[in-house]
């Protein structure tokens, strides 16, 4: 049934309730349906955020994009969540896969057969009534709590981002079997900054958007509950364009808000290639990715030496002297993690292969341009935070703030992707992270070591099959998480 420009639907019924009990997302219940008048019925919209418990995972499972690796081994996290005990009575969930449209018996068969019979039956429900070849769930829309006039309480919402392609119905079949109002963006320009993956929110409600996103739907929100609570953050320099390449947000029991926002950090990158051993980085199973970074690890050895000959020359003091470029470089990923020092920006306008290859030459601007981008990094996780404090009028109150390591590579139109998959844009159900596999060792033990210090664990998943298409694992998986429940209560 069509909604309109400001479509709103709403299935009658206890929402959650229904849900948990229904077992599946596809039932034989007939929701019945009421239609809202007028946007103007809408009080607020709230989105929920990795705070919340998950009560659905979804994944398209499509043998044809080779994915299901992905699949099985996202299965098998989330099964070793409860089988360990980690996921409390009554919090269970299952991973709802969605077919892609050419999948047949045999490929039924070969996860039954990698997973288990029986991890399957009890951990993973098939979606029966609806096949894609879309596979990016992340970007038709976000699920949330709208308020709506006349109503005496919050009801579930599924947001659909005004994607279409081959998914444009499954914001409506999944609003319909959630027992969910059903929000339409207004925007019909079909603009890829108003996916999911540009719209995130902290456990707080402060809403970070990606300047990607179009006007329109950045009004609506902001008149639906988001005036004054909205972070709108720089994704124009990148060719995806959404905010979840380089942060998300995470459950922290130990921060004093409750979660922390964790940043694709470069600097951290360079750092921890220079400091990882030619034998450690031979081990990389990628050659494009072993060749590059050892490259870029003989530079700054090299810049090393020469820093290192340069003192024992005795020019330990140059003042007024011009320091070579490499060792700006060392000086500056030396840096402590909380510096607001910057390197003089310096746009690079190395284009690299799509075989991710660097050549000699290349390596230098690459080092510029990755720094470079570090510096905007930064400079947009900071407007995040401010805009945080702001909200909650807590002035001068830290922030609690994590970085993974991250590298770009710049592709045709001055654009960027990441160029090893990038580890920031995860998936997060309760203190599990599922982290896109950044092929490191080093960095691997680094995010392992960062997630446990603040109560989480990394499982680390081969997202190759999206990394390839330009994607990544975020952007594969969407979650329907209960509004009124919480991993972290956020403070």
Known sequence: MPTGKFGVKYAAGAALAFFMAAGGLFCDVEARVRQVASPEEIESIRFLSPNNIPVKVLVVYTPGQKNENFVISLVNIVAGMHEKG???????????????????????????????????????????GYTTRDMWMQDWGEVGVVKIKGEPKPQTVVFDSNRGRDNAELPEILAKFWNSYLLKNPSEAYSGGDYGGNI???????????????????????????????????????????????????????????????????????????????????TIEHKEYRDALLKIKKYLVKAEAEKAKALKQGRKNRAGARKPFSEAVLEYINLPEETSEALVKSKSGAILASGH????????????????????????????????????????????????????RKIYSGKHI?????????????????????????????????ADMIGLRANFIDSLPYHNLQGQLHCGTNVFRHPNRYFVVPK
């Not at 299952?94 to 288990?116: A, F, S």
């Not at 922290?252 to 808000?257: D, I, V």
């Open 200 to 282: 995130e929110v902290t456990p707080d409600n402060v809403l970070l958007i990606g300047d990607t996103s179009t006007p329109e739907l950045r009004t609506y929100l902001e008149k639906h509950g988001y005036q004054n609570r909205m972070a709108v953050l720089e994704t124009e320099w990148l060719h995806v364009g959404h905010v979840d390449e380089y942060i998300s947000v995470c459950p922290n029991p130990k921060a004093t808000r409750g979660y922390t926002l964790i940043k694709a950090n470069p600097r951290l990158a360079l750092r921890l290639v220079k400091d990882a051993t030619d034998e450690e980085l031979k």
């Open 357 to 408: 290859d660097i050549s000699g030459d290349e390596v230098e601007e690459f080092i510029k341009l990755n720094l470079t981008l570090g510096n905007l990094i930064d400079t947009n996780v900071k407007r995040a935070c401010d805009k945080i404090s702001e909200v909650r009028k807590e002035s001068g109150k830290p922030h609690s703030v994590l970085s993974f390591p991250a590298l770009f």
């Open 418 to 450: 990441a160029y090893l998959p990038g580890s920031v844009n995860q998936l997060i159900l309760n203190n599990q992270l599922i982290v896109p596999d950044p092929k490191v060792d080093a960095m691997r033990r680094y995010i392992a070591r960062a």
């Open 86 to 128: 980690q996921v409390k009575k009554g919090e269970e969930f299952k991973v709802h896969i969605i077919p892609g449209w050419e999948m047949n018996e045999k490929d039924y068969e070969h996860l039954r057969t990698q997973v288990g019979a029986e991890r399957v039956a009890r951990y993973v429900e098939f979606n029966k």
